[in-house]
């Protein structure tokens, strides 16, 4: 079993992936099937909140989802092929699926048209508004449920709600905002060197403080492997 700072992750090809996935979808599931995209930063967060990584742990499928997640992964000797979550939620958005999209600004997902998206909620909703939500999903019966609410918020919501769902489960981030074209992601440039992190960074100097997190994951992965 393979572990980043303590939490579990799948090494499957992009293939094994999508195979498991649409042998999930081919019959009608009385269980929920979650899957976590995982980059550097939500390992490193979950390895200082025990109940994120417990979140984290309980996923069904754990995909590691960045090149901080494979150098960690490389220094354990094992070769991982990524399976980045915007790639993955396009390629579930393509096969033609039934998805409920949860998550992202209303104008984000106003651009977003997929024929096969059967609903869609922005994701900055309070108490009231999230029952409204659970019973449109219960209504729609969604074969997917792609999570765009930020990493961390989108595992902790699908996790308190996996038992009442029966769909695919899958927190993806930013993806909404680049799949609907409102966002460039990085170059295949920056991406094939590794930094997509860095042109994130460029676009949203913002996103400084986070970014942080990356150095302090990389400190992590060092540490680990010198107290061995
Ligand atoms: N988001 C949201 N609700 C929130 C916080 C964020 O729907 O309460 C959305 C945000 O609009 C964006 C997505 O979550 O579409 C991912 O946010 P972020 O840029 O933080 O991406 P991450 O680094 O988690 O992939």
Not at 49 to 69: F, I, K, Q, Y
Not at 99 to 112: D, F, N, Q, S
Not at 178 to 196: D, H, M, Q, T, Y
């Amino acid at each position: 079993m393979a572990e980043v700072l303590g939490t579990r992750v799948d090494i499957m090809t992009r293939r094994e992936v999508e195979q498991k996935i649409s042998a999930y979808l081919k019959v009608k599931s009385e269980k929920s099937c979650f899957i976590v995209t995982a980059n550097a930063e939500i390992c490193y967060r979950a390895a200082k909140d025990p109940e994120l990584r417990a979140v984290l742990n309980s996923a069904d499928l754990c995909l590691p989802d960045s090149v901080g997640a494979r150098w960690a992964l490389r220094r354990q000797g094992i070769a991982a092929e990524l399976y980045p979550g915007v790639e993955l939620a396009e390629w579930i958005l393509r096969q033609g699926f039934s998805v409920y999209v949860l998550g992202a600004k209303p104008e984000v997902l106003a651009r977003l048209r997929f024929p096969n998206i059967v609903g869609k909620h922005h994701g900055f909703f309070d108490a009231d508004a999230e029952k409204s939500i659970l019973a449109e999903i219960q209504r729609l019966q969604p074969q997917v449920i792609l999570a765009a609410l930020g990493a961390g918020k989108q595992e902790l919501w699908l996790s308190r709600h996996k038992n009442s769902l029966k769909s695919l489960l899958i927190g993806v981030g930013g993806a909404i905002d680049v799949i609907s074209g409102c966002k460039r992601r990085a170059p295949k440039i920056f991406r094939k060197a590794g930094l997509e992190w860095f042109y994130r960074l460029l676009r949203e100097p913002q996103r400084l403080f986070r970014q942080l997190n990356l150095l302090r994951f990389c400190l992590a992965v060092l540490r680990e492997k010198q107290g061995d």
